[in-house]
């Protein structure tokens, strides 16, 4: 019986606990006046011992929005430039996640563990958002430019909202989405550690002709497929180790080597997504430590992968948008130039 009588009185309790929440009324906003300092001293004791200044703190719920550009120059890494330009204005965390933001923002178009060097210019255009707990984030990258020292435009990337869309897409300058058919990496996290072309094999110790570009990174880091495309082999190769290939609707193939094991569902005929998880890092095979050997394979000849998947924008802004957007570019466009030139300034 007892045990029965429990519940129903917890319920009961708890029914009463938001009752009484619900009914509450808020807070009414007062008026703050200033207080004039306390002298606090104690008997027979001159002068006084200290003096206390009232501090009056009026709290709040709301979430302050503003938004601010941040530009800089990489001399060893996206990150710590974005780190040294960051400070004053935004948290380490906040200045960390920005590194990483702008990596998926241009992902498409840029391998940062491979095509950024010394000397590159970043300008990014956040919107800032202070929690009420005073906590700083990054709420949205409105705009970016980044501008490789190899000669070629610089890449732009304006944050447009079409309707629809719950969290908004990236365009260029020229209104063609920053998505592509390809990524330009398999790994998210990425470090790299050899590239395409001859080098010296770290186990035979003799130059051989390296198809394909390793990537660093943890074991158990997840790999993803760099494109849609269907499982032609999943298995154990030689010196691949646990190896997958996958071939794309244009014919391509994606290699991937030395994983520590497949992705649940992993066989040939099975079909794979763009960015979709196919397997883990390991060090299987050849391998003296573990990383990721990507290549790909046109008409079954390995191509350099950085030629590889140079690829051209994805799909255009509608026409019924192109005006609204023209507008959110100029003014996106207009900032990102107004924080280069203050960065020149400086």
Partial sequence: MRERIRPVSYAVVATLAVVAIWFTPTLEKKQVFAMQPVVVSRPGLEPADFVLSPLVVEASNKELVDTLAIGGVIQSSLYNALNESGVGVLPPSARHQLAWSLADIFEY??????????????????????????????????????????????????????????????YDASGMSLRAAFLRAPLVFRRISSVFGARKHPIFGEWRNHTGTDYAAAEGTPVRAIGDGVVIF???????????????RNGMVSRYGHMRNFAMGMKPGTRVAMGSTIGYVGMTGWATGPHLHFEIRVNGVARDPKLALQSRSGEPIPADERSLFQKMRNQTLASLNEAHFASVAE
């Fill in 234 to 248: 999943a298995g154990r190769n030689g010196g691949y180790g646990n190896m997958i290939d996958i071939r794309h």
């Fill in 109 to 170: 178009k840029v391998d940062m563990s491979r095509d950024l060097m010394q000397g590159d210019k970043f300008h990014v255009l956040v919107e800032r958002l202070q929690k009420p707990n005073g906590a700083i984030i990054v709420n949205k990258v409105l705009g970016a430019r980044l501008a490789l020292s190899n000669g070629h435009s610089p890449l732009e990337a304006i944050h447009f909202d079409t309707p629809g869309s719950s969290t908004g897409q990236y």
